[in-house]
């Protein structure tokens, strides 16, 4: 099973950003796919996770109204839409995926991480 983030890089506050997480070796057509993120000398976050079927999302509260996950099953294919970026969301962003539905912890498998850097 792997998960390759992509879409990374530095973006000025108030831009956006569109990371994309391709996942191989299963379908994850059963599977929660999510996002977390860790800054230097931060603990990890959870930002994002969605279901299945798409109907159902969890977003952490510092990311509330400014990023959208979507996911491409045909794809298998989890996107993380970041708009109005602001310097705390600097950080590495990493995909994970679980089954069951969207929640904050209990994921099985991660991606590499994948860079965003946001300067004021």
């Known amino acids: 099973v792997q998960l390759q983030a992509s879409g990374g890089g530095l973006v000025q506050a108030g831009g956006s950003l569109r990371l994309s997480c391709a996942a191989s070796?299963?379908?994850?057509?059963?599977?929660?796919l999510g996002w977390f993120r860790q800054a230097p000398g931060k603990e990890r976050e959870f930002v994002a996770a969605?279901?299945?079927?798409?109907?159902?999302?969890l977003y952490g509260d510092s990311v509330k109204g400014r990023f959208t996950i979507s996911r491409d099953n045909a794809k298998n294919t989890v996107y993380l839409q970041m708009n109005s970026l602001k310097p705390e969301d600097t950080a590495v962003y990493y995909c994970?995926?679980?089954?069951?539905?969207?929640?904050?912890?209990?994921?099985?498998?991660w991606g590499q991480g994948t860079q965003v850097t946001v300067s004021s």
């Open positions: 994970t995926a679980k089954l069951g539905m969207p929640a904050m912890n209990a994921y099985d498998y």
């Open positions: 070796g299963r379908t994850f057509s059963n599977y929660v």
């Open positions: 969605i279901s299945w079927s798409g109907g159902n999302t």
